[in-house]
């Protein structure tokens, strides 16, 4: 009997993974020649060989990397922003980059570990190298890979990274300048190195745990009124924390820290406009952590919050809608953002044509709670709904505004009259019950039959 193929070892596995990521960043960036896509189909096949078997005809197989996936793809249209621009996979790990774009960690990582430090998609010089975790996308990807029967495999896990003595060293330099210096300008010129290098060296990030008062230290320092004053100082100092919060085991320490969150709320509140969006951009990062939630949501986030989701900027407002939408997987914090007036803001957002995907999935995650359901009823939220389940092209953006109109049928049946009338004319409703997702179908077939049932009942009227 032929003795097995043997099995590469995890290590094995992982060398050739990070080979061909390599490999296909280049592919991507327009920079291989013939050699490297040789070279990438070759380390493609060894990877599927050491992880599945060798298949009986030693071909790469179904796909890159997905065990199949691509035939239960052709079941079911994947939707365009689950893929990642770069691989054109669905994303395993969705990561937003500082132009706004979200791709999957590992192609992108690539992509700025080759040198670029333009977006791939918008070609856009970016401001910072920056990755967060996109959580809403990763959320909504996971909804949709149940909904279709797809199982996608998981994300890698990667060591933290260790800490250097060099690193420690520069470290403690760093928050020796800034905690003993007299002078104000050395101080404020320590700060802003610290922001530099955080941000270009992960190792450095790793190195607020092994001193985990440094943060409420630089926030102590920081309260002088000359420094506290100072617009460029509290940027830079809320950029650090956002950049030490991009480091996992960081997100607990600076959660934990006293001082740290209501920071970055105080500079919500009365910041420059960059400093706000990178401070709702740490409570974003922050609010991965469950226990974050909680104290974030109690020290009073959410109005703050709202008010740059209504007044930001652009990219202000995208990183105040990922911050809202992730505190409020946490029940509590659900009618917090809705007494801070978010139901109104979302709904004038999706009028406006301005931030409607994100808007949607907000109210989508708070139309389980009752209070915010009769609030979207009382505030022309029907008619939103119906305009964005007619008109809308997104498939997301329909199943998001069908769900909450469910939720809103199914609390207050006065509002089926006027769902009623618009059905008559257009037949939105019996389209998506043949034509939407599958939770979108659901939610279309629950409230056609709460009309049937309730509209024909004898001496029933709204």
Not at 135 to 157: A, F, K, Y
Not at 220 to 247: F, G, Q, R, W, Y
Not at 254 to 259: A, E, N, Q, R, T
Request: charge should be negative.
């Amino acid at each position: 009997m032929a003795k097995p193929t043997p099995v590469a070892s995890a290590e094995e596995a992982a060398a050739m993974r990070r080979r061909l990521r390599r490999l296909v960043a280049a592919v991507a960036a327009g920079s291989a020649d013939a050699e490297a896509f040789d070279e990438a189909a070759e380390a493609l096949a060894k990877l599927r060989d050491a992880e599945l078997g060798p298949s009986k005809d030693n071909r790469a197989g179904d796909g890159y990397g997905d065990g199949g996936q691509n035939k239960r793809r052709t079941e079911a249209a994947v939707p365009e922003h689950f893929l990642c621009p770069i691989s054109s996979e669905i994303m395993r790990d969705p990561v937003v980059l500082a132009s706004g774009q979200t791709y999957d960690r590992r192609f992108i990582q690539e992509w700025l570990s080759a040198g670029n430090r333009t977006c791939p998609q918008t070609q856009q010089v970016l401001s910072n190298t920056i990755i967060i975790p996109n959580h809403l996308v990763r959320s909504m990807i996971s909804q949709w890979c149940t909904d279709n029967g797809i199982s996608l495999p998981p994300v890698e896990n990667q060591d933290e990274d260790l800490v250097t003595n060099n690193e420690r060293k520069t470290f403690s330099k760093i928050f020796e300048r800034i905690a003993s210096s007299s002078n104000l300008s050395e101080q404020r010129e320590a700060i802003k190195d610290l922001r530099l290098l955080t941000k270009c060296n992960s190792s450095l990030r790793a190195a607020i745990g092994e001193k985990p008062d440094s943060i409420s230290q630089m926030i102590s320092i920081a309260s002088n009124p000359e420094l506290e004053n100072n617009a460029e100082v509290l940027e830079d100092m809320v950029t650090t924390i956002l950049n030490l919060s991009i480091h996992e085991s960081n997100k607990k320490i600076i959660g934990d820290d006293p001082l740290a969150i209501r920071f970055l709320i105080r500079t919500l509140q009365s910041g420059t406009m960059e400093a706000r969006s990178n401070a709702a951009a740490a409570i974003f990062s922050l609010s991965a952590l469950d226990s974050n939630k909680v104290k974030i949501g109690e020290l009073g986030v959410m109005r703050p919050l709202v008010d740059l989701l209504e007044h930001g900027s652009m990219i202000a407002k995208k990183d105040a809608a990922s911050a809202i939408f992730n505190l409020c997987m946490l029940h509590e914090n659900k009618s917090r953002a809705t007494k801070s007036g978010v139901i109104d803001v979302t709904l004038k957002a999706i009028t406006d044509d301005s931030l409607v995907d994100e808007s949607l999935a907000i109210l989508a995650l708070l139309s389980g709670d009752h209070e915010t359901v009769e609030e979207i009823g009382e505030t022309g939220g029907v008619a939103s709904m119906l305009h964005v389940i007619k008109e809308d092209q997104c498939k997301r953006n329909k199943e998001n505004a069908v769900a909450v109109l469910f939720a809103v049928c199914m609390y207050d049946r006065t509002k089926l009259r006027e769902v009623a009338e618009h059905e008559k004319l257009n037949g939105s409703l019996a389209w998506l019950t043949q034509n939407g997702t599958s939770r979108a179908r659901r939610k279309a077939a629950g409230i056609l039959d709460k009309m049937k049932r309730t509209l024909h009942q004898p001496h029933y009227s709204c």
